[in-house]
Structure formats: structure tokens, C-alpha cells
T-cell receptor, first 113, second 111 residues
């Protein structure tokens, strides 16, 4: 089944404790992206990747890191999480950057205490 | 920066009625997409309309695009309880590397 998977789905952590949210897609998509969704602010792009070893900042990259060592994986790293990073996070992928539909993962609800 | 703005923010109708949601944007686009999100879940792509298209249909969905007014509408006909969700428009600008999402319309279908 074609899909985007994220892990974990739910995470409660404390300020400053490094964490990684994994994202994997099995559709051989070139383009992958991370979003955060907050009430009243909609979806905002954090980082995106056009292909392996090619990543770039989105609208709200501060406090986040990403890597794209393999085509299928695009982990989101929070080196020192803070409470303002409490949010619902989505990974998405598509065949190419913007000309086709994006497939979204199920989301990761992160709470930073 | 946010580009798409949906209107209304919330819409509540009776089952069987038609639901219309609007999206306005600010700059030239390559395409405009509509997505649905059930509460707390990932977004699901509904339909994509290109800048040189004016209308597109998919099942009970009808999307229009007016590039002169920089606006789009999503019509869901014969609504069902299962259509209850948030609906987002997303625009792709010429030369841009990303989609920009609006804040969504929360649609509630009452049985």
C-alpha cells in the first residue's frame, strides 16, 4: 500500500531533550516536506527536500533540523525542544515539488513540557 | 507567508444540501489544490486545478478557478455526514518550491 508513515504518533517530552520524528514513504517520491499545524495558524512548512542530499528551509525552520540521506526517509530532528514547538506535525511527499498532489502522513502530536 | 485564505472559516449545513467554500490568493499561481482533513488526521488530496483551467469535476466535487479574481471555489453537492471535515486550499506559485496552505474551512454536516 502506497503510504507515508510517521513515528511516533504521539510524544510527550521535556524541554531540551533531543528527539527525532521519523518519516518514510514507499512511493519513490523525490519531494518530501515537513509541516506543523497550529490552531489559528494553519499549516506552515518547516523544511523540504527536493531529492537526496538536497534540503531547504520552509517558513518556520528555527529549532529544527532535517536530513535526506535516502530517498524514502526524511527525519525531523529537534535538538533542544522548547514548549513553543508543541504542535501537530505532518510529513508529506510528492512525485515532484508542487505540480502533483502531496501525500500526507498521519501526523505526530508533540507536547514539550 | 500564508497565501490562500478560505471563506467561510466555518460552515454548518444539513445533510443533502450543497456546501460551497471559497479560497482567495494573492500572487500568480501554477495550480491550486484542495485537501480534506478529518479531525487530527493527515490531509487527503481532493482535486488539483491548473492555472489554465476554469472548472474541474470529481464525483460530487466541483472546483472553479478565476485567475482574474485570484479566487477558487469548492462545491460539494448532496453533502453527507462523512463530508464533515476541514477543507484547505493550497497554492503553488510560479517558480516556488512549495505549497502554501490557507487556514481552512471547518465544514459540519448535520444529519
Amino acid at each position: 500500500e502506497a503510504q507515508v508513515t510517521q513515528n511516533p504518533r504521539y510524544l510527550i517530552t521535556v524541554t531540551g531533550k533531543k528527539l527525532t520524528v521519523t518519516c518514510s514513504q514507499n512511493m519513490n517520491h523525490e519531494y518530501m516536506s515537513w509541516y506543523r499545524q497550529d490552531p489559528g495558524l494553519g499549516l506552515r512548512q518547516i523544511y523540504y527536500s527536493m531529492n537526496v542530499e538536497v534540503t531547504d528551509k520552509g517558513d518556520v525552520p528555527e529549532g529544527y533540523k532535517v536530513s535526506r540521506k535516502e530517498k524514502r526517509n526524511f527525519p525531523l530532528i529537534l535538538e533542544s525542544p522548547s514548549p513553543n514547538q508543541t504542535s501537530l506535525y505532518f510529513c508529506a511527499s510528492s512525485l515532484s515539488r508542487t505540480s502533483t498532489e502531496q501525500f500526507f502522513g498521519p501526523g505526530t502530536r508533540l507536547t514539550v513540557l | 507567508s500564508q497565501q490562500g485564505e478560505e471563506d467561510p472559516q466555518a460552515l454548518s449545513i444539513q445533510e443533502g444540501e450543497n456546501a460551497t467554500m471559497n479560497c482567495s490568493y494573492k500572487t500568480s499561481i501554477n495550480n491550486l489544490q484542495w485537501y480534506r482533513q478529518n479531525s487530527g488526521r493527515g490531509l487527503v488530496h481532493l482535486i488539483l486545478i491548473r492555472s489554465n483551467e476554469r472548472e474541474k469535476h470529481s464525483g460530487r466535487l466541483r472546483v472553479t478557478l478565476d485567475t482574474s479574481k485570484k479566487s477558487s471555489s469548492l462545491l460539494i453537492t448532496a453533502s453527507r455526514a462523512a463530508d464533515t471535515a476541514s477543507y484547505f486550499c493550497a497554492t503553488s506559485n510560479q517558480g516556488a518550491q512549495k505549497l502554501v496552505f490557507g487556514q481552512g474551512t471547518r465544514l459540519t454536516i448535520n444529519p
